[in-house]
T-cell receptor, first 115, second 113 residues
Framework: KAGVTQTPRYLIKTRGQQVTLSCSPISGHRSVSWYQQTPGQGLQFLFEYFSETQRNKGNFPGRFSGRQFSNSRSEMNVSTLELGDSALYLC??????????????FGPGTRLTVT | GDSVTQMEGPVTLSEEAFLTINCTYTATGYPSLFWYVQYPGEGLQLLLKATKADDKGSNKGFEATYRKETTSFHLEKGSVQVSDSAVYFCALGGSGGYNKLIFGAGTRLAVHP
């Protein structure tokens, strides 16, 4: 099976711009979660989508949003970029048959640099 | 709120040394516990997991036991290799429902020949 893919792998944006990141989960997986990784804050949960619905959300401002399509692919969007948004954004997919936590498989991440 | 605390790194060992990376957690309810590993330039890989008290997760020579009485999930390996050099993250799942993971700060391991 192909793993989780994320595009693009690297991105450089200017403060104030917006950006869209994409994640394709493992075939058959219905849940996609997004995480932000920074040296200062570590790994932080952004949100999770399941069957095109956001079912969990972390403590991030409304500038961070996401969506999931019928094929389970997911995108996250960050508007009005700030320097502090520079980070590695990781996507994770899981089959997630129930409400409990299931094994998650991470993509390689998108490295976003805001200048 | 729920949280995970890991020992600070870096941890530097010689090849074939014994490894312990401490992890303790604070959680309400009955979380699942995970260890993930991140190699340079890559995403996270699930190393092992435990879903209930006294469960032992194991993989690739690594082991960790879910200890509810001490709220701990320490990672151990009897004999490390240079290829084990990476950053290790302890994580708690099930807090807040579904697939949300709460991660520790990570512990960098460097193994020298």
């Amino acid at each position: 099976k192909a793993g989780v893919t994320q595009t693009p792998r690297y991105l450089i944006k200017t403060r104030g711009q917006q950006v869209t990141l994409s994640c394709s989960p493992i075939s058959g997986h219905r849940s996609v979660s997004w995480y932000q990784q920074t040296p200062g804050q570590g790994l932080q949960f952004l949100f999770e989508y399941f069957s095109e619905t956001q079912r969990n959300k972390g403590n991030f401002p409304g500038r961070f949003s996401g969506r999931q399509f019928s094929n389970s692919r997911s995108e996250m969007n960050v508007s009005t970029l700030e320097l502090g948004d520079s980070a590695l954004y990781l996507c994770a997919s899981s089959f997630s048959p129930g409400q409990g936590p299931s094994e998650q498989y991470f993509g390689p991440g998108t490295r976003l640099t805001v200048t | 709120g729920d949280s995970v605390t890991q020992m600070e790194g870096p941890v530097t060992l010689s090849e074939e040394a014994f490894l312990t990376i401490n992890c303790t957690y604070t959680a309400t309810g009955y979380p699942s516990l995970f260890w993930y590993v991140q190699y340079p330039g890559e995403g996270l890989q699930l190393l092992l997991k435990a879903t209930k008290a006294d469960d032992k997760g194991s993989n690739k020579g690594f082991e960790a036991t879910y200890r509810k009485e001490t709220t701990s999930f320490h990672l151990e390996k009897g004999s490390v290799q240079v290829s084990d050099s990476a950053v290790y993250f302890c994580a708690l799942g099930g807090s807040g429902g579904y697939n949300k993971l709460i991660f520790g700060a990570g512990t960098r391991l460097a193994v020298h020949p």
